[in-house]
């Protein structure tokens, strides 16, 4: 599971993507095409087609394309598939629909038919109305407008204050979005850098920041808001709190989230992607509250929704499997079973082998993070490490920064306990500078890594006071507001334990699990 995604050709990896009817509807299209530009074009996609691996000298030694034609012709290629595609997806996508009416309408209007393009954009805008495209009927009330100043039999002044009023209930709506959208993105931005939030002072930011913008909206009566509106507005909350570590308000938002979804289905079917991202925050949120009942429960139904989707994209269908195998190992983790889990392994990594141009560095590394831990707690320490190590060799130090000082931390854990902790001084001592780089070096971490380090000098018969020691020492930071971080990512309290009661940690997990759901 290679963690760095190589670089293509966008033509390559855009064929690559398609499914077998998109490849047997371009060679129709293809083929009503005339000329031998086209009959080249078609020679280039069968090539393409052809091959594991983008191999521009077996392109010009198969087709007949000079060296200087060839960026020309798979840029020609690559628009000639996009339409074929567009042609096969518009029936099923209500957005495509929208645009190739708004498309017709102002061919009508440039042909004088301004009747016919009106009638035209009263349908289209009513549709667009009522799947809250609002961008969308704004465009269509634009032209309208236009052609109420070029058709003075249909510009009444009525109907005009009526698209008026209805353009400016529109603006403040797409703005109240765009402003929503941005607070969310940026949210999810800083998560991605930087995980939860680790000092007093990055929590002060993000109140100061992000928490009064929207407070404005909290003026506002729900009542009065769109659809579209309560769900940029659920999903911003929804990160502000996840990132602040509040996990019961942000189970809270997304609870909001994911009802409103079931009382709007026509909704979910066309936002299904935003609908199954709202179930992994509410699953994240319940395993880190440790609400199992609630967790297997919401989990469970997921897999019942997604088993009951048909005709998804290749997107939706990559998210709701990147979803499964996420909770999948969160479920193995709460419930203790190491040795079930890494049998799901193979799985997995089938899954991101299928989907590796398309599935982000984010969610790879995250997949190798769980993976790893799996295999931490079945005891196989070199293959933990084995994984971590993919992790701690990540080129870019932004993207998910919290994972990669993790992973260092528990690679030092592993070599320990792998007998590999030979060089341990200089380990830590590595690790210390990376954390401090990316000011990531809090309390307890530091506190493990002070442990790890004067361990070879502990005599065994005292190393069972030193862990119970460390325990007892962190024990009081598994609440606090942001040194319960660490807990997040790695389970250290159970892993003391385990070293003071001479088990293996799996067990101690078990044993917790067992004991919570009885």
């Given at each position: ?319 709701a499997l990147q979803i499964h195998y996420t909770h999948q190992i969160n479920k193995y983790f709460y419930e203790g079973l190491f040795n079930e889990g890494i ?176």
């Amino acid at each position: 599971m290679a963690v760095i995604p190589t670089k293509q050709e966008p033509v390559f990896e855009l064929i690559r993507s398609m499914s077998k009817a998109e490849k047997r509807n371009f060679k129709l299209y293809a083929t009503r095409l005339s000329g031998n530009q086209q009959a080249k074009f078609i020679t280039l996609f069968d090539c393409l087609d052809g091959m594991d691996e983008y191999n521009e000298k077996r392109i010009l030694q198969r087709c007949p394309i000079k060296k200087e034609q060839l960026p020309n012709m798979k840029a020609h290629l690559y628009k000639q598939i996009l339409i074929s595609i567009r042609l096969l997806e518009v029936q099923h996508s209500l957005h495509m629909q929208l645009h190739e009416q708004l498309d017709f309408a102002r061919i009508l209007y440039n042909k004088g038919l301004y009747q016919q393009s009106s009638k035209l954009l009263d349908k289209a805008a009513e549709q667009a109305l009522q799947t809250e495209q609002f961008t969308m009927a704004l465009d269509f009330i634009d032209l309208q407008k236009m052609i109420d100043t070029q058709n003075t039999t249909r510009g009444i002044i009525s109907k005009s204050e009526k698209l008026n009023r209805l353009a400016d209930t529109l603006c403040n709506r797409i703005t109240h979005i765009s402003e929503l959208t941005n607070i969310a993105t940026q949210l999810y931005g800083l998560y991605l850098q930087l995980g939860y939030t680790r000092t007093q002072k990055d929590i002060d930011l993000i109140i100061h920041v992000y928490g009064q913008r929207l407070s404005k909206f909290d003026t506002l009566p729900e009542e009065t808001l769109s659809f579209t509106e309560r769900f940029y507005l659920y999903q911003a909350y929804a990160w502000y709190h996840y990132i602040l570590h509040n996990m019961l308000l942000c189970y809270k938002y997304v609870r909001h989230w994911i009802a409103l979804f079931d009382e709007h289905p026509q909704m979910k079917r066309l936002m299904f992607d935003a609908y199954m991202r709202g179930y992994s925050r509410l699953l994240d949120s319940l395993f880190l509250l440790r609400s199992y009942k609630r967790f297997a429960q919401t989990l469970n139904t997921f897999e019942q929704e997604i088993a009951g989707i048909d005709n998804v994209s290749d997107n939706s269908r990559m998210i709701a499997l990147q979803i499964h195998y996420t909770h999948q190992i969160n479920k193995y983790f709460y419930e203790g079973l190491f040795n079930e889990g890494i049998k799901i392994i193979p799985e997995v990594e089938a899954f991101v082998q299928r989907y590796k141009k398309h599935l982000d560095i984010h969610h790879r590394m995250l997949l190798c993070y769980k993976i790893a831990c799996l295999y931490f707690g079945s005891g196989d320490y070199d293959s933990c490490m084995s994984y971590l190590k993919r992790i701690i060799s990540t080129r870019d130090p932004q993207i998910r920064r919290d994972l990669q000082c993790y992973a260092r931390i528990l690679n030092l854990i592993c070599s320990y306990e792998s007998g590999s902790d030979y060089n341990i001084d200089y380990q830590i001592r590595a690790v210390y500078v990376f954390l401090d780089r990316m000011n990531d070096l809090q309390q307890v971490q530091k506190e493990m890594m002070h442990f790890l380090k004067r361990l070879n000098s502990v005599y065994a018969s005292n190393l069972k006071d030193e862990f119970r020691k460390l325990y007892e020492t962190l024990k009081p930071y598994e609440h606090h507001p942001y040194e319960r971080r660490t807990f997040y990512y790695l389970d250290v309290l159970s892993w003391l334990q385990s070293k003071v009661e001479g088990i293996p940690v799996g067990e101690v997990i078990r044993r917790r699990f067992l004991a919570e759901t009885r």
